[in-house]
Nanobody
Framework: QVQLVESGGGLVQPGGSLRLSCAASGSIGSINGMGWYRQAPGREREMVATTDSASTINYADSVKGRFTISRDGAKNTVYLQMNSLKPEDTAVYYC???????????????WGQGTQVTVSS
């Protein structure tokens, strides 16, 4: 089995910062990519930032210049540093990992349980 455990969400005022973490554990052979997605009430889930094994990084236009994704390969952990937060960033943030399992050699996509980020004064 593989688990993704997120942490770091919470309530922050506009203009503030938060750092999300997501650690993958279990039967992991290799990780092709990790990323962050978010879903606000009444809206579809959208990509926020992704990074792959070649260190290619993609950001949603709405977060460019404010959010930074980084990854610690040794810890199978991905981070999202969120600065200059806006009320429209309020959403449940989900971690995503595309990986090959060590127990059967197959590729899977896993999701974390989600962490709430609320930006409000």
């Amino acid at each position: 089995q593989v688990q993704l455990v997120e942490s770091g969400g919470g309530l922050v005022q506009p203009g503030g910062s938060l750092r999300l973490s997501c650690a993958a554990s279990g039967s992991i052979g290799s990780i092709n990519g990790m990323g962050w997605y978010r879903q606000a009430p009444g809206r579809e889930r959208e990509m926020v930032a992704t990074t792959d094994s070649a260190s290619t990084i993609n950001y949603a236009d709405s977060v460019k210049g404010r959010f930074t994704i980084s990854r610690d390969g040794a810890k199978n952990t991905v981070y999202l540093q969120m600065n200059s937060l806006k009320p429209e960033d309020t959403a449940v943030y989900y971690c995503n990992a595309k990986l090959r399992r060590s127990d059967n050699g197959r590729y899977y996509i896993y999701w974390g349980q989600g962490t709430q980020v609320t930006v409000s004064s």
